[in-house]
């Protein structure tokens, strides 16, 4: 989009957050970069030139506006519509991968040169990799020092530079203040309520490792199935609903954590409690695809309005997400675990391998007790140990040991035709567990479920074709965000998913 001048012009007048994150207004006679609802009288128009990432902006020598702090906006949805070499090499870096593995292992993990993935980053985002990782620990240091009372020292190592200097550098050429100014100002504007994915929100006394930060999301949303089906779903000892806010355990590269989501009229409240503060870029890029924050709903509403039969709901209640998952393996454990059984059976099922092999964390706050087991710790189940169907247990032991060993990768690298084909081809993936796990596991929007029950009820109540063959072929005007019409017709039952819980 930046390279249609005229429509950015427009959008940055009109000061439309829709567009934050989009595109990057930077602003020739002052050297600063802006989001395009920056609230500052725009520029004028021969004074503005437009980048499409925070990174490329910073390239060209801008540094981020003081005011509507670009760097924060939220991330584009482009990335989340696509799933070819980019757009994953973004949800990666945005995971923090080029940190810890360096360029040559995103590289490897998308099956290409790093000079390939170096020359279509710079094509398309005008930044490359290591450019666009600079920017994400720029701003992964904007939260610690912002929201924490970690030393600078600690902070820069935990936002993954290798260097004090590299860290003070970055932070003075980036936001033209220094650490410990940002932190002074922070503590003085902490009554600031400006939308970013790491607003201030000051820690509290004696909660040290903790963090407090606001999720941005494009508006609309509506929390209701997002956080109900999460919380109807929920396996016991993993994840909760206490106090307002949906909870869970996480596992992460440098340790674990546990995560509390709550939703607010223009933000997600996101509280984290980590063992490792590195781990914050991880953690916070996986609670945003968890709850589909970078979404663009008004593009997916605006086409689902157009069927006559899914307008009145899009209009009753606009703005749904997707709700996925924190981590794909477990989700696809999970789908398989729940194939053919209740909702609360399913739970009955996770809770056992919970217990059994989950590793132990304490939780003061709630009743959270163990991290879900990984994929390795599962691989050497006996399977006669498991109360499940014989064929079904042979899906699970087949599905983990493929995990394990690595000839099946699920996660934000995945190519998603690629993870079709490898699930299709073990026992017992059958559609409906496909496109369960290529709905909520690896995020394509596109996935659709027309042999569900849930989905033929609707449709039969909304006059829509109700066989999966009749269906699918209606459902193609809705491509490419088949998912999010699933979410609207699973909202027509009477189902806690479909509840914001009290």
């Known amino acids: 989009m930046y390279t249609d001048t005229e429509r950015c012009v427009r959008a940055v007048r009109s000061k439309d957050a829709r567009f934050d994150g989009w595109f990057f207004t930077a602003v020739l006679t002052t050297r600063i970069y802006c989001r395009p609802s920056c609230p500052v009288v725009p520029p004028k128009a021969e004074n503005m030139t437009f980048y499409p990432s925070a990174a490329a ?44 593995e360096g360029v040559p292992g995103l590289a490897g993990r998308l099956g290409y040169s ?51 200097r590299a860290f003070n550098d970055t932070v003075r050429e980036v936001f033209a203040l220094s650490p410990s100014e940002l932190r002074t100002r922070a503590s003085h504007g902490a009554r600031a309520t400006h939308g ?62 546990i995560v509390a989501l709550s939703p607010r009229p223009d933000h997600i409240a996101c509280r984290l409690s980590l063992t490792d503060p590195r781990d914050l870029t991880l953690a916070i890029s996986s609670c945003r695809r968890m709850l589909d924050l970078d979404a663009d709903p008004v593009a997916v509403d605006e086409q689902l309005r157009a069927d006559p039969q899914l307008a009145p709901l899009v209009d009753k209640a606009p703005g749904r997400r997707v709700p996925r998952t924190v981590d794909a393996a477990e989700f696809a454990v999970r789908a398989v675990l729940g194939q053919q059984v209740s909702t609360a059976a399913a739970r009955t099922h996770a809770a056992r391998l919970v217990t059994a092999h989950g590793v132990p964390v304490d939780d003061p706050e709630g009743g959270l007790t163990h991290l879900f087991p990984a994929p390795e710790a599962l691989a050497g189940l006996d399977p006669e140990a498991l109360a499940l169907p014989r064929t079904r247990r042979t899906t699970l032991i087949t599905l983990v040991a493929a995990l394990a060993d690595g000839s099946l990768r699920l996660g934000a690298d995945s190519d998603w035709e690629l993870a079709r084909e490898q699930l299709t081809a073990l026992p017992g993936f059958g559609p409906w567990t496909v496109e369960a796990i290529a709905m909520r596991a690896l995020g394509d929007p596109d996935a659709f479920l027309p042999t569900d029950l849930g989905v033929r009820r609707a449709a039969d109540r909304l006059g829509l074709p109700s066989t999966p063959a009749a269906l699918t072929k209606r459902a193609a005007a809705w491509r490419p965000w088949r998912a999010y019409a699933v979410q609207y017709l699973w909202a027509t039952d009477d189902h806690p998913i479909n509840r914001l819980p009290v």
């Open 57 to 100: 902006c910073q390239q060209a020598g801008f540094r981020a506006c003081k005011r509507c702090r670009p760097d924060t906006s939220p991330g584009s949805p482009e990335w989340n519509a696509r799933a070819d070499a980019v757009a994953r090499a973004m949800r990666l870096i945005q995971d923090g991968v080029v940190d810890r």
């Open 114 to 164: 790093a000079r390939q993935i170096e020359r279509q980053l710079l094509a398309e985002l005008g930044a490359g990799p290591l450019a666009l990782a600079r920017a994400q620990r720029a701003q992964t240091a904007r939260v610690l020092i912002e929201t924490t009372a970690l030393p600078m020292a600690e902070v820069a190592f935990a936002a993954g530079f290798a260097s004090i």
């Open 196 to 257: 970013a994915r790491g607003t201030r929100v000051p820690e509290q006394a004696g909660t040290r490792g903790v963090i407090s930060l606001r999720l941005p999301f494009r508006a609309p949303l509506n929390p209701d199935n997002l956080f109900g089906h999460l919380v109807a779903t929920a396996v016991p000892g993993v994840e909760e609903w206490r106090d307002g806010a949906y909870r869970r355990t996480l596992s992460l590269p440098y340790g674990h954590g």
